[in-house]
């Protein structure tokens, strides 16, 4: 094997260094990424955005439902109380869906709780609207509905919007 001088072995073991100083460097950075993707995928597990848009999804059902409500206990009318049942229906859904994609205690109690407040909400609604279909006149109704309904509502929406908050500061958090 031929000799090389001083002068050419220095600069191949230089460029052998630099060449293996960038190798390192190349590893050292794909551990970093590498190690990066695995917090984003753990964080990605542990919230789904989703859950936000559910639980806005679920503040326009609770909405909707009310809304059918006044025109049913206004004049009367059979169709308003389906249409309250059927958006009552894909709410208690969309609570469903969201109670297997919840996590945490913390969600699962606000979720709890927003099931409770619809539930009763929904008994003092259903009341009001057996005293209208035997007959009692709407002026007879709104000192229930301000006294009773109101309050529940205005507890439901806050429940909601707690829910939401919590979802979104998970969010930041991911």
Do not use: W
């Not at 806050?158 to 919590?166: D, E, P, S, V």
Request: glycine share 6%; charged share 30%; proline share 3%.
């Amino acid at each position: 094997m031929p000799k090389l001088s001083p002068r050419y072995s220095t600069k191949l073991l230089s460029a052998v260094a630099v060449a293996g100083a960038f190798s390192l460097l190349a590893a050292g950075a794909a551990i970093v990424s590498y190690r990066r993707a695995l917090r984003i995928l753990e964080a990605v597990e542990t919230y789904h955005p989703a859950n936000l848009v559910l639980g806005h999804e679920m503040a326009q059902l609770s909405e909707r439902r009310i809304a059918k409500s006044r025109p049913f206990l206004l004049i009367g009318e059979e169709e308003f109380a389906r249409e309250m049942e059927d958006a009552r229906a894909e709410f208690l859904k969309l609570e469903g869906e969201l109670s297997g994609r919840l996590k945490g205690a913390e969600a699962a109690a606000q979720l709890t709780e927003i099931a409770a407040i619809e539930a009763r909400h929904h008994a003092t609604i259903r009341e009001l609207m057996a005293q209208r279909r035997r007959g009692k006149a709407v002026r007879e109704l709104i000192v229930p509905l301000t006294e009773r309904v109101k309050p529940l509502r205005d507890e439901l929406d806050a429940a909601i919007r707690g829910l939401i908050a919590l979802e979104e500061r998970r969010l930041a958090q991911a």
